[in-house]
């Protein structure tokens, strides 16, 4: 089983495909979607939508697995990326995908056994688990994997 993790945002949205063979998770692919600055908010939305939408045609998951929002101090950013969230979930669903959804306590926890672990921590255990030779970067991926492999382990 296929499944794709994401790590949601608004100007820079990581994903990673994660494939379960027996239980036992293996890396299939990562990368980041971008929309520029230089575009219109709505613009930008209809982007993620659609290069989310080549991301799902060209590695076919099953099921899909997308962070919930945590606490953010600008209202503002919060209120983006909940757009942006609101586009991915449509996304998923109008793809037929099972849609789960985790919270960044429960990733940390799953993948590094510690609720409070830094982004470094969360890196440096996905690369493990997924027998990678480098942490994958940006954050934004890193954390979209370990979101597929939080999934993967309540599937």
């Known amino acids: 089983m296929k499944i794709l993790g994401i790590d949601p945002g608004f100007g820079r949205t990581g994903w990673g495909v994660v494939e379960l063979v027996r239980r036992e998770p293996t890396f299939v692919a990562c990368g980041c979607i971008t929309t520029p600055s230089t575009m219109k908010f709505p613009e930008r939305l209809i982007e993620l939508h659609r290069q989310l939408g080549v991301v799902i045609k060209k590695y076919q998951p099953q099921s899909a697995a997308v962070e919930k929002l945590f606490f953010f101090k600008n ?25 789960h959804e ?37 954050d934004d991926v890193a954390d979209a994997l370990a979101v597929a492999l939080t999934a993967g382990r309540v599937v």
């Open 75 to 99: 209202a503002k950013t919060a209120m983006d990326v909940g757009q942006a969230r609101g586009v991915i979930l449509l996304t998923l669903h109008q793809a037929g995908l099972s849609v």
């Open 102 to 138: 985790m919270t960044p306590l429960q990733v940390k926890q799953t993948v590094t056994g510690y609720g409070r672990a830094d982004k470094d921590q969360i890196g440096k255990m996905v690369k493990l688990l997924l027998g990678l030779k480098t942490v994958p970067k940006p």
